[in-house]
Each structure stands twice: as structure tokens, then as C-alpha cells.
Antibody, heavy 123, light 113 residues
Framework: QVHLQESGPGLVNPSETLSLTCAVS??????????WAWVRQPPGKGLEWIGS???????YYTPSLRSRLSMSVDSSKNQFSLNLRSVTAADTAVYFC?????????????????WGLGTLVTV | QPALTQPASVSGSPGQSITISCTGT???????????VSWYQQRPGKAPKLLIY???VRPSGVSDRFSGSKSGNTASLTISGLQTEDEGDYYC???????????FGGGTKLTVL
């Protein structure tokens, strides 16, 4: 069974950088059979895709956050990370990490099959 | 403003069937040859759970009361034989025609009366 666990500070000051890590067990990030993604959910609102990471060279970000966002992978620790710069109150949300499938024969971003429990980050 | 449009709420009685729609465009749900629509159930305070992927495929362990379909730019999730445990929020998702972005619907709150 695949298990994902988010970790990071629950409180970030405005204008600073939000940094989260997702530890993965039950699958290998370096296997390149899946994408590894971040999704957030502001309090009382819907889900928002943040970005997806395939390896250290291939990542896709939502356009609205691209200028402030970076994602990275640490294969040695089997974990991946999110850094969101210059945060504001609008970035307050529960942040989920998830494993994401790859469209068969197309390579496109597909469904999210395993999710972490989520971690609330307040700005 | 969510890129995919879902009704804010639906309701039904135990045993009934309900359908939740998810409307996008020809650049996502309706993209030619693309069947990358997925549906998630989220209970309060919990992570989303995958119900349906690739329009109509049910992951192992998901009840066959859940089914998905697509016509043009609109995808649908049908829940048959409603149970009180089905209450929660339901989200649709699709990749864009570029294959490199993911969109979510705004979510639909299901109430089982």
C-alpha cells in the first residue's frame, strides 16, 4: 500500500516562503511510473491543483502560481518538496501531496490515486 | 473561479440514484481522444478518495454503485442505491488538452435525506 505524509510548518509569515515535504512509502519516486503532485484546499473551498513532478527535470505548475513556485525531488529519501515564495493570506490552505497516474500511451497527467492526509498551512 | 463547472449541491433519498455533472470545454473534458476525467469523494476533514478515473474506470475496492460517463464537454458521476455514507463533497477533475495541466471542478455537496 502506498502511503504519503506531508510535513512542514503550520504557520508562515506573509512574504516568506512556504516549504513542505512529502515522504513516500510503498512506492519509489525514482521508478518514473507516476507523477508526484501537490493539491491545496483553502478553508471551506474546493480543490486546486498546484503542480506535478516527474523527476528533477520534468515538472508542471499551475499558471497562477508558476512565478512563485518550485518543486523538487529527493530520491535518496524517497520524498518530494514544495516551495512557494512570497506567500499571502490567500495561500492559507490544507496542502495535500498525492501520487498521480500517467495517461497510458499519451504521457498526460492523469488521476490522483493515493493522497496524504493533508497539512494546514496558515499565512 | 473553478475551470470545470459542477452544481453546488445535490440531494437524494436512500436507495435513489443521483447524477452529478461536470462541464468543461473542448480544451479539457471534450478534448479529442482524451478520456482523463476522474472523480473524488471527500468527507469533512479527510483527504479526497478516488472513485472513478479515465471517465468510467473504478479502482479496486470502490463500490459498483459509482459509475462515470462522458458526452462531449460534460462528464457525469452517477451514484445508485444512495446510502447515508455517501454524503460528502464530490469533485471532478480533468487534464487539459496540452496534457500538462490539471483542472478541478468547484465541488458538489451531496446530501442524503
Amino acid at each position: 500500500q502506498v502511503h504519503l505524509q506531508e510535513s512542514g510548518p503550520g504557520l508562515v509569515n506573509p512574504s516568506e516562503t512556504l516549504s513542505l515535504t512529502c515522504a513516500v512509502s510503498g512506492d519509489s519516486i525514482s521508478s518514473r511510473r507516476h507523477y508526484w503532485a501537490w493539491v491545496r484546499q483553502p478553508p471551506g473551498k474546493g480543490l486546486e491543483w498546484i503542480g506535478s513532478l516527474y523527476d528533477s527535470e520534468t515538472s508542471y505548475y499551475t499558471p497562477s502560481l508558476r512565478s512563485r513556485l518550485s518543486m523538487s525531488v529527493d530520491s535518496s529519501k524517497n520524498q518530494f518538496s514544495l516551495n512557494l515564495r512570497s506567500v499571502t493570506a490567500a495561500d492559507t490552505a490544507v496542502y495535500f501531496c498525492a501520487r498521480q497516474g500517467i495517461g497510458e500511451g499519451t504521457g498526460v497527467l492523469d488521476h490522483f490515486d493515493f493522497w496524504g492526509l493533508g497539512t494546514l498551512v496558515t499565512v | 473561479q473553478p475551470a470545470l463547472t459542477q452544481p453546488a449541491s445535490v440531494s437524494g433519498s436512500p436507495g435513489q440514484s443521483i447524477t452529478i455533472s461536470c462541464t468543461g470545454t473542448s480544451n479539457d473534458i471534450g478534448a479529442y481522444g482524451y478520456n482523463y476525467v476522474s472523480w473524488y469523494q471527500q468527507r469533512p476533514g479527510k483527504a479526497p478518495k478516488l472513485l472513478i478515473y479515465d471517465v468510467s474506470v473504478r479502482p479496486s475496492g470502490v463500490s459498483d454503485r459509482f459509475s462515470g460517463s462522458k458526452s462531449g464537454n460534460t462528464a457525469s458521476l452517477t451514484i445508485s442505491g444512495l446510502q447515508t455514507e455517501d454524503e460528502g463533497d464530490y469533485y471532478c477533475s480533468s487534464c487539459t488538452a496540452s496534457g500538462s495541466h490539471v483542472l478541478f471542478g468547484g465541488g458538489t455537496k451531496l446530501t442524503v435525506l
